[in-house]
C-alpha cells in the first residue's frame, strides 16, 4: 500500500495581523494517532480547518501522500470530520444524517443502506436510524457524528474536542471505542483536545502547542517524563518545580544545587544546557513519604495539608521539602497537618529544564 504522510511544511495562518499559526512543520504518518493538545487560543481548530479544507493556509503547503492538497475543496480531500457541537442536521433522522456524505458523493442508492446499516452498527446505534437528533443523549449523538465522518471510509478522521459535551464516564467509554476504530481501521487520526489525560491515553504522539507553534512532540511518556520546558511541564500534568544551579552533569550523575545550601540529585541530562540556572521537576506522584528506603534524596520536612481524594491523598510539605506536593498512597490516610515525615524521591525521577 502507498504510505500517505500527511505533511505541513512551513505553514502559517493569520487573521488580519494575529498570527495564529507559526511556521508549523509535522508529518503525521500514516495510521498514527496524533494528538494536538494546547490551552484555548493556540491554534488547534485552524490546524484542524487547515487539513479539512474550510480555511486556506497563508503561507506554507500541506500534503497528503504525494499529493499537495492545500488548494482542494473539503470533499476532494476525503477526510471524515468530527466537530466539536456534531453539527447534525436537526430535520434529518439518524440513518439520513449518516448518508448524507454518501449521497453528496453519488453512491448507488442499495449501497448507501448496505453502508449506513453497517457504519451505525458499529457504533452501536442500529437500533436508533429513525430518530431525530433531538431525541438522543449527548452521547448518541456524538456517536452519529462519528458514523457520519466513517460512513464513506476515508482513511484520516478529523476531531476536534469530539467528547467534550460528554460526562467523565460516557467520555471515558468513547475513547475506548475511538481506540479501537483506530486499530480496527487502521485509520490516521488527528485529534484537538485541551484535556491532558484523554491526550496522554489516546495517542501515539502529542503535539504540544503555545500560541501558533509546537512546543514539544513526542509520545505520552516522552513529553509526560521528559519535557522540554516548563510550559510543557505544566500544561501535562502536575509538578513541581525548584530553582536551582547546575553543580554536576556528569555520566555517573547529575546534581542542582539550590540557593539555601541544599542540593538534589537528578537524571543527567544529555542535552546541551545553555544556562547555569535549572528547573528541577519532580512530578507529585514520584514523591514517597515512608521511611526506611535508602534514596538519592531524603528530606526531613512537616505537612502543611493534607486532602483525601479517595484513590490518594494529596499532601503539601513546608520549605523543608520546597513546599512540593505529593500525591500519597490513600494507606497513608491517616497523615495529617503538623506531621513529620521523611520525603524521599530518586534522581530517576528528577528531571531538569532551563530556567
Ligand atoms: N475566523 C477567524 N477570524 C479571526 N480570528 C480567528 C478566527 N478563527 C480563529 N481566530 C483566532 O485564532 C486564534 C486561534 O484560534 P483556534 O480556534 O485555532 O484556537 P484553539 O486552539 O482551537 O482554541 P480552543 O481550545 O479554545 O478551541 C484565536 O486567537 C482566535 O480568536
Ligand atoms: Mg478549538
Not at 498514527?32 to 480547518?49: A, C, D, H, R
Not at 545550601?261 to 521537576?281: D, E, H, M, N, Y
Request: a neutral charge.
Amino acid at each position: 500500500m502507498v504510505q500517505s504522510n500527511i505533511r505541513f511544511e512551513q505553514v502559517n495562518k493569520s487573521f488580519g495581523t494575529l498570527r495564529v499559526v507559526d511556521d508549523l512543520n509535522l508529518v503525521i504518518e500514516q495510521g498514527e494517532f496524533v494528538s494536538l493538545l494546547g490551552p484555548s487560543g493556540s491554534g488547534k481548530t485552524t490546524i484542524l480547518m487547515m487539513l479539512a479544507g474550510f480555511e486556506a493556509p497563508t503561507s506554507g503547503t500541506i500534503s497528503l501522500g504525494s499529493q499537495r492538497i492545500d488548494q482542494l475543496p473539503p470533499h476532494k480531500r476525503n477526510m471524515g470530520v468530527v466537530f466539536q457541537n456534531y453539527a447534525l442536521f436537526p430535520h434529518m433522522d439518524v440513518a439520513s444524517n449518516v448518508a448524507f456524505p454518501l449521497e453528496m458523493r453519488g453512491t448507488p442508492k442499495a449501497e448507501i443502506g448496505e453502508r449506513v446499516t453497517r457504519v451505525l452498527d458499529m457504533v452501536q446505534l442500529g437500533a436508533l436510524k429513525d430518530r431525530k437528533p433531538s431525541q438522543l443523549s449527548g452521547g448518541q449523538q456524538q456517536r452519529v457524528a462519528l458514523a457520519r465522518a466513517l460512513v464513506f471510509e476515508p482513511s484520516v478522521v478529523l476531531m476536534d474536542e469530539p467528547l467534550g459535551a460528554l460526562d467523565k464516564q460516557l467520555r471515558e467509554q468513547m475513547q475506548l471505542d475511538i481506540r479501537a476504530l483506530h486499530r480496527r481501521l487502521g485509520l490516521t487520526i488527528v485529534f484537538v483536545t485541551h484535556d491532558q489525560s484523554e491526550a496522554l491515553t489516546m495517542s501515539d504522539r502529542i503535539a504540544v502547542f503555545n500560541r501558533g507553534k509546537i512546543e514539544q512532540i513526542g509520545s505520552p511518556r516522552e513529553i509526560y517524563d521528559q519535557p522540554h520546558s516548563r510550559f510543557v511541564a505544566q500544561f501535562i500534568g502536575e509538578t513541581n518545580l525548584v530553582e536551582g544551579t547546575l553543580a554536576e552533569n556528569g555520566k555517573s550523575g547529575a546534581t542542582v544545587a539550590l540557593p539555601g545550601g541544599g542540593q538534589i540529585r537528578v537524571q543527567p541530562s544529555g542535552a546541551q544546557l545553555a544556562s547555569q540556572k535549572i528547573l528541577v521537576s519532580v512530578r507529585p506522584e514520584r514523591i514517597r513519604l515512608d521511611t526506611g528506603n535508602k534514596a538519592d534524596n531524603s528530606y526531613s520536612a512537616t505537612i502543611t495539608d493534607a486532602v483525601y481524594h479517595g484513590d490518594h491523598l494529596r499532601i503539601q510539605l513546608d520549605d523543608d521539602a520546597f513546599g512540593f506536593i505529593v500525591k500519597a498512597d490513600r494507606k497513608q490516610a491517616e497523615l495529617a497537618p503538623g506531621d513529620r515525615v521523611t520525603v524521599s524521591f530518586s534522581a530517576s525521577d528528577c528531571w531538569m529544564l532551563p530556567a
